[in-house]
Each structure stands twice: as structure tokens, then as C-alpha cells.
């Protein structure tokens, strides 16, 4: 059993002065987090002239703005949600 704990030890103990493990971060993430949604409202060309269901909830929101109802405004034809209770 003492054998085994030297073996880990030792082995512990080379990988944590291995330099090339270690990455060092020079810069932060400055990547602005965007939902698919709010890329796929960039460019809506994918959509135009379709007819497009939707699988929504009432969480579905679009800042303070449903789905449904910003792919309405926006002239998407919209013919079916779907909207699962549980």
C-alpha cells in the first residue's frame, strides 16, 4: 500500500512542475453571449417565403418580448406553435 501512495506521490508531483500543462490567460473573453435566436434575427433570409412552426414555452423570450410574437413583427409566416406544458 506504501508503494502505491510513493508512485502517486511522485507522479503528482512531476506533472505539477510540468510548464507546458499550464496555460496562462493573457487576455479575458470579451465575447458578447448571444442566443440562436438573436443571430438567426440578424439575417432572417433563411425564413423568408417558408412556412415555420415554432416550439415554444412562455419562457421563450426575446429580451422582455416573446418569440411568437417577435418573429410576427418581423413578417415571418408563422403557422404553428407548439407549446408543451411539462
Do not use: W
Given at each position: 500500500?506504501?508503494v502505491?501512495?510513493?508512485?502517486?506521490?511522485?507522479?503528482?508531483?512531476?506533472?505539477?512542475?510540468?510548464?507546458s500543462?499550464?496555460?496562462?490567460?493573457?487576455?479575458?473573453?470579451?465575447?458578447?453571449?448571444?442566443?440562436?435566436?438573436?443571430?438567426l434575427?440578424?439575417?432572417?433570409?433563411?425564413?423568408?417565403?417558408?412556412?415555420?412552426?415554432?416550439?415554444?414555452?412562455?419562457?421563450?423570450?426575446?429580451?422582455?418580448?416573446?418569440l411568437?410574437d417577435?418573429?410576427?413583427?418581423?413578417?415571418?409566416?408563422?403557422?404553428?406553435?407548439?407549446?408543451?406544458?411539462?
Amino acid at each position: 500500500m506504501a508503494v502505491k501512495v510513493a508512485v502517486i506521490g511522485a507522479f503528482l508531483l512531476s506533472s505539477s512542475s510540468n510548464s507546458s500543462a499550464v496555460k496562462e490567460v493573457k487576455e479575458p473573453n470579451t465575447h458578447k453571449l448571444q442566443l440562436g435566436i438573436e443571430i438567426l434575427l440578424e439575417d432572417l433570409s433563411a425564413l423568408e417565403g417558408k412556412k415555420v412552426g415554432v416550439v415554444a414555452n412562455k419562457t421563450s423570450q426575446i429580451r422582455k418580448t416573446h418569440l411568437v410574437d417577435t418573429l410576427l413583427s418581423r413578417g415571418i409566416n408563422l403557422l404553428t406553435i407548439f407549446a408543451p406544458e411539462h
